[in-house]
C-alpha cells in the first residue's frame, strides 16, 4: 500500500543527509498518530518520527524536549526538525524499555530510579511556562470518555448519577493537590534504559496537574502490575523522597483518588482505541484497569458501585 508520508520522510531525510545512503525501518507505533522510524547511515543510528501537523504538535514535543534537558532530565537530543511537514529527527535512545529491563532482582531498584526522576520532573519552575493547566475543564473532559466509550449506552441512570458526583469528588482532589509539571503518561513504556540512566519519552502532552498523577502512572500502569507491598513501599519512598508537608494517609488518599481518575479515564481511551482507530490491542489491557478499579470499590464503601458499573459494561459486550 503506498505511504505518501513515508515518501515525504524520506525525501526530507535526503536533503538532511545530502544522500540517500541510509536505511529505515519501523521502530514502533503508539496510540496517537505519530510513527517512529529507526534510521541507520554509518555505523550511526538515528529516529525519525512522523507527526502529522494536522493531528500532533510537534512544536510542543521540541520544547519538551529542551526542558526536560535544561533541567538535567535525559529527554532525546532533536537533531532536526520541520514543524511544517512534522517530522522530527532525534537521538535514537535504543531498544530497551523500563518494562524489558525489569526482573525480580532490579524491580525495586529501578522503579525508585524513575521515581527520582519524577521527582526531579516536579521541582522544574513551572511559573513562567505556558502550559495547559490540567483544570476542570480537561479533567471532566478525560472522565467523560468512561461513558462515552466504555459503558453501554442506555446505562442505568442511578448509576451515572453516582457516577458525576465521583467525577466532582476526583476532581476537586486533583485541583487540591500540589500542580506540578506532568508528564500525562510516566510509565513503563514510555521510559528508556540508556548508558545514561533512564531517559524520558513520549512527554509532548504534558501539562500542569497534581502531583501524584504521573507517580500514579508508573506504579499503577496498564502494562506491568506491581504488587500491593510493592506500591506501597515505592508510594513510602516517593512520600519522603519528595518532603510532602501533609500525612502520608492524606497523601494516600490522594493518590488513590487520583488512580482512579486515571484508570477510569483510560477505560474509555482504550475501547475508543478499538472501536475508532482499530487498534484493538488495548483491549487486552483492560482487565488490569479494570482490576485497579475494583480495588478502589473495595477499599473504600462510598464506591461500591463501580462494581455494578463494570459488570454492566462487562454484560453489553
Known sequence: MHDPRLDQLEDWLE???????????????????????RIERSNLSFIAMDAPPEKENSKRFVE??????DNNIHAPKIIDKDLQQGFLLIEDLGNTTFSQALSADNKLALYKRAIDELIKIQAINTQALSFDLYDETLLQAELNLLIDWYLPKESNQNLLDKLSQLFDQLIQNSLNSPQVLVHRDYHCRNLMITNDGISVIDFQDAVIGSNSYDLVSLLKDAYVELGSSEVQALLAYFYKQAKLGISFDKFEKQFDLMGLQRHLKILGIFKRLSIRDGKHQYLNNIPLIEKYVLQMADKYPEFNFLEDILHSAKDCK
Not at 538532511?16 to 522510524?37: G, V
Not at 519538551?64 to 534537558?69: G, M
Request: a negative charge; charged letters at 30%.
Open 15 to 37: 536533503t538532511f543527509f545530502d544522500d540517500a545512503s541510509f536505511t529505515l525501518s519501523k521502530a514502533s507505533d503508539d496510540a496517537s498518530f505519530r510513527r517512529y522510524f
Open 64 to 69: 519538551i524536549a529542551e526542558l526536560l534537558r
